[in-house]
């Protein structure tokens, strides 16, 4: 049966018609009309979130780890909906749906185990010294508590997995704090399919009805009356350095200034170094071509750009690349407006005498097709634009003379979400010269893969330093995500009877 959405925002258990609609932009299929979102709506869930933490936030870690799985299994109830629906919109395959509304669900019940461990509460204890000199030592407990309500911008590039279910949510509610979620316009029945699992998993466990509420679309005045909220204790955002940047210095310019934690993309530098790309540089650009073109080049993790030595072996790499992007078909992107952000990131490339051109093709509509371009270290360093990500099927390769100036370029980026050395044990002398270099750079760094996949585990860093994400101490991808939520209170010669649940 064809889904039908309402087009509704849920304002704390109940279905809101707006005064004003827009109509989505499907990639294919019938397009529909949902409501606006208002200042005036935000208020009311921001309220509702509030008073729902007095509760919510004092359930037991059994209580929300029921509520997490009760919500992957509404999802999961719903997987054919959410299929149809989201291909139509985003004009991704049905396989890919199907794996992200896996991963969806996954991080959903991960969260769910991992609280009931407990670990990530970090309990301390520093017992009493009554006899302790010059001065006796108090009894100390600390433990981490939720923060409150939290405020969830959903993603243009992965309608589930950082959307209303996502990551970012299912850490808050796992850490005990309401969830308000900003919904995108890209994906909006999408977001309504997975909003009503959510409620059903409120009614089916019993929580109040703030605990969850979805805002659909609306105007910039929406985000900002959210973030600006006095209620709303922290922020998680995927999406544009832009936008990102924009939302976070709000945060910063309350009365109470709040956490942002966004993650703003990234170029994900690949380098090549000298043995490895000797040994299997064709292979290595063949492989990359495959992760440019993965999902039309729509991962923050998309490798961008590539780093290898001018010369015979480069040069291998550089045409093994260029052959295998040659055959890759156009893809349909997300939405009209990424499909013309990446003809004008193309653009700033075809104007610029310091690149060359390896593989040029031109995009219509919505679809993209990819390209690749050539610069040098020297002529990167000097233009601030080549380092800007072209979110979409678009590589660089900067050549380099040889190891310094591949140190001296590590250098010059910017910070990273993830950083790549391909290497043979020949190499292992540069990469450990490399290595503090990228360690200061990027939140995670592989060897011998590609970026392209975030596993889901606790050891997980999805961040890095400014402009990657706005707070490199913090991961949205992962088990630590929780800890965004979560701030420590230490309790001073307290009775066991006071004590938090988690302490006492």
């Known amino acids: 049966m064809t889904f039908q959405p309402h087009g509704k925002h849920l304002i704390a258990g109940a279905w809101v018609a707006g005064e004003t609609t827009f109509t989505s932009e499907p990639a294919h299929g019938p397009a529909h009309d949902y409501s606006v979102g208002t200042p005036a709506l935000v208020d009311q869930a921001c309220k509702a979130a509030e008073e729902a933490f007095w509760t919510y936030g004092y359930t037991t870690r059994e209580e929300r780890a029921k509520f997490l799985n009760a919500i992957a299994d509404e999802i999961e109830a719903r997987a054919e909906a959410i299929t149809e629906i989201g291909t ?9 749906l199907q794996g992200e509304r896996g991963r969806t669900v996954g991080q959903l019940r991960l969260f769910a185990t991992h609280i009931l461990d407990g670990a990530y509460l970090d309990r301390r204890h520093d017992k009493a010294l009554p006899d302790r000199q010059p001065l006796p030592r108090p009894d100390l407990k600390m433990v981490q508590r939720p923060i409150g309500p939290v405020a969830v911008f959903g993603a243009s590039n992965f309608p589930l997995a950082f959307s ?42 019993g929580l109040p009805k703030g605990v969850f509420s979805l805002i659909q679309g609306g105007k910039r005045d929406v985000g900002a009356a959210l973030v600006q909220h006095p209620l709303i204790k922290a922020v998680g955002f995927t999406g544009s350095l832009g936008g990102g940047r924009a939302l976070f210095d709000l945060c910063a310019q309350r009365d109470e200034p709040i956490p942002f934690f966004g ?29 440019l073109t993965m999902g039309a080049g ?10 290898v030595q001018k010369g015979a072996e480069g040069d291998a790499f550089v045409a093994a690349a260029a052959e295998a992007l040659k055959d890759a078909p156009a893809q349909c992107m997300l939405t009209d407006g990424i499909a013309q952000a990446y003809k004008d990131g193309k653009g700033r490339f075809d104007g610029r005498n310091a690149v060359k051109p390896v593989l040029t093709t031109d995009s219509e509509g919505r679809n993209a097709a990819p390209n690749l371009f050539e610069t040098d270290a020297e002529n990167y360093l000097q233009d601030h634009a080549l380092g800007e990500e072209v979110f979409g099927p678009l590589g660089l390769v900067v050549r380099v003379n040889g190891p310094d100036e591949m140190a001296t370029l590590a250098k010059g980026f910017e910070g990273q979400l993830t950083a790549t050395l391909h290497m ?33 585990a606790d050891a997980m860093v999805h961040g890095g330093p400014y402009p990657a994400s706005t707070n490199f101490g913090a991961t949205s991808v992962g088990t630590m995500a929780i800890r965004r939520f979560l701030r420590p209170v230490c309790y001073q010669n307290f009775p066991d009877a006071l004590l938090p649940g988690d302490l006492g």
């Open 164 to 205: 209303t279910a996502g990551g970012d949510t299912a850490s808050a509610l796992a850490a005990g704090c309401p969830v308000v979620v900003k919904g995108h316009s890209a994906h909006p029945g999408t977001g309504e399919i997975v909003a009503e699992a959510i409620h059903a998993a409120i009614e089916t466990c």
């Open 298 to 307: 729509q991962f923050c993790t998309n490798p961008g750009i590539a780093v």
């Open 88 to 96: 139509q919109e985003t004009g991704l395959p049905e396989g890919r």
């Open 263 to 291: 993650e703003l993309g990234s170029v994900n530098p690949m380098f090549l170094l000298p043995e490895a790309t000797r040994a299997r540089g064709a292979e290595i650009g063949k492989g990359w071509a495959g992760s």
């Open 424 to 456: 043979d044990d020949g190499d292992l002398g540069l990469a450990q010269r490399l290595m503090p270099v990228l360690e200061r750079k990027a939140g995670r760094i592989l060897v011998n893969g590609f970026p392209t996949g975030v596993e889901v």
